[in-house]
């Protein structure tokens, strides 16, 4: 049972640059989220999702898109990568409870 | 926007004393869950306390909530060296489906 992983763990990307991470829960939670976190700042709600089939926009959602074909899986899209994006992203899930669950981030730099 | 922050923003004790933190918010809640954050990790759920509890325990933790003065504090007692890390806490918004997070209070455990 690995809980919330996600791939990469590390990325460097030139502005203007496209990449996808995934996000993977094994544990049938119909919620998934994606937030950024900054130095010093709490985590801020890129996009959710309350199902499969399903993404809602959060606080933060311009320059990223997302998906979630498959229940297990949630995907966080950045089209045209700007510096501005360099920060650490963390997925979550969520079950009938209300905690959610962390994975372990993603180290994203744009130079 | 931030709903909950926590203060202080950083905490510096020694091994063996108590940690309090707070953590206050602005619209009415059903309930506040606290975090923990290792450094470079992804955050671990602690404690969830519903809006019609007053305190909750979990081990050496303590939380309180007052509705009226829409505040939560945390306590730990007889801190250790493994509970060095930054504490966040997180209140729903509308629906239950996404958190609302503060800041966080980073805490210092000195041997």
């Known amino acids: 049972n690995a809980g919330v992983t996600q791939t990469p763990k590390f990325r460097v990307l030139k502005t203007g640059q496209s990449m996808t991470l995934l996000c993977a829960q094994d544990?049938?939670?119909?919620?998934m989220y994606w937030y950024r976190q900054d130095p010093g700042m709490g985590l801020r709600l890129i996009h959710y999702s309350v199902g499969e089939g399903t993404t809602a926009k959060g606080e933060v959602p311009d320059g990223y898109n997302v998906s979630r074909l498959k229940k297990q899986n949630f995907l966080l899209g950045l089209e045209s990568a700007a510096p501005s994006q360099t920060s650490v992203y963390f997925c979550?899930?969520?079950?009938?409870?209300?905690?959610?669950?962390f994975g372990p981030g993603t180290r994203l730099t744009v130079t | 926007s931030q709903q909950g922050e926590e203060d202080p923003q950083a905490l510096s004790i020694q091994e063996g004393e108590n940690a309090t933190m707070n953590c206050s918010y602005k619209t009415s809640i059903n309930n506040l869950q606290w975090y923990r954050q290792n450094s470079g990790r992804g955050l671990v759920h602690l404690i969830l306390?519903?809006?019609n509890e007053r305190e909750k325990h979990s081990g050496r933790l303590r939380v309180t909530l007052d509705t009226s003065k829409k505040s939560s504090s945390l306590l730990i007692t007889a801190s250790r060296a493994a509970d060095t890390a930054s504490y966040f806490c997180?209140?729903?918004?509308?629906?239950?489906?996404?958190?609302?997070w503060g800041a966080g209070t980073k805490l210092i455990i000195k041997p």
């Open positions: 997180a209140t729903p918004l509308d629906s239950n489906y996404q958190l609302i």
């Open positions: 306390i519903r809006s």
């Open positions: 544990m049938n939670h119909e919620y």
């Open positions: 979550a899930s969520r079950g009938i409870t209300y905690e959610q669950y």
